[in-house]
């Protein structure tokens, strides 16, 4: 059996009327980094919606292709596209398998979204996934307390700046994304 290529970190910031998401570039497969400038974070509906994915790679582009085909079958309507993609990946029997985890965000909502049914509005308008979420979300977390007068993005950037200074299977090749 062939190791999957994955591992990374996405996390999306809402902070003072714009929302940030980013990742670092790094794809592993196994014990070896297979690339590191791998391109997380997407910008849907006409620049008005983003998406960003943690898991397999050709799982993710699969869930992101659908979310966006509910975003459109939704008028754009993000909580409800989500439900139902979640609603779809849980009971659909292809895509119960997939193995990824998405974080989308607008300017009015910032969610994350997993294949058991998930659908979850974070606290604190921070939301962090991938192997070094749980770096990059504390880092975050203390930022949005500690140093409000940083923009979403700034914050974004250094969240993963700091995940990737403590998590093996991060990068600092970022790529950010604001509304």
């Not at 996390?11 to 940030?20: A, D, P, Q, Y």
């Not at 849907?44 to 994915?53: C, D, I, S, Y």
């Not at 607008?106 to 509005?121: A, H, M, N, P, Q």
């Not at 949005?144 to 995940?163: C, F, N, P, Q, T």
Request: glycine residues 10%.
């Amino acid at each position: 059996m062939q190791p999957t290529i994955h591992a990374t970190t996405v996390v999306g910031i809402r902070h003072n009327g714009h929302v940030s998401l980013g990742a670092d570039g790094q794809a592993t497969m196994g014990n070896t980094i297979a690339k590191s400038n791998v391109r997380k974070v997407r910008v849907l509906m006409g620049g008005k919606v983003l998406a960003g994915f943690a898991g397999s790679t050709a799982d993710a582009f699969t869930l992101i292709e659908r979310f966006e085909e509910k975003l459109n079958a939704y008028g754009g309507n993000l909580k409800r596209a989500a439900i139902e993609l979640a609603k779809d990946w849980r009971t659909d029997r292809y895509l119960r398998k997939l193995e990824a985890m998405l974080i989308v965000a607008s300017k009015d909502d910032l969610l994350l979204v997993s294949g058991t049914g998930d659908v979850i509005e974070p606290d604190a308008d921070v939301a962090a996934i991938g192997s070094g979420g749980m770096y990059a979300q504390s880092a975050a977390l203390a930022l949005k307390k500690h140093a409000a007068g940083l923009s979403s993005e700034e914050m974004v950037r250094e969240s993963l700046h700091i995940a990737a200074d403590v998590c093996i299977y991060t990068n600092h090749n970022l790529v950010v994304e604001t509304l």
